[in-house]
């Protein structure tokens, strides 16, 4: 693995600016599931109150206190492809 920063990262209408990062080589190609959008570790999501609605798919975040914490380590658990867009 290598620790890196990522710029921006934006969910939905919030941004987070400097997030630190680890990518790594996925051998055993566990984030390849066919519905799979990307993971989102828990710095991110401690950051939000989170709703799941089950029944009609839908997730709703709103910030809460901890919106504006400093990245102090790389807990984001990011996911990223390759897109042709």
Do not use: C, Q
């Amino acid at each position: 693995m290598e620790l890196t920063v990522i710029r921006e990262v934006k969910l939905g209408p919030y941004r987070f600016r400097n997030v630190p990062v680890y990518i790594f080589e996925d051998v055993n190609n566990v984030t390849s599931y066919p519905y799979m959008g990307g993971l989102i570790g828990n710095d991110i999501l401690r950051r939000f109150n989170v709703i799941l609605n089950y029944a009609k798919g839908d997730i709703y975040i709103t910030p809460n206190r901890h919106y504006t914490d400093v990245f102090d380590y790389s807990y984001a658990g990011w996911s990223f492809t390759l897109s042709k867009d």
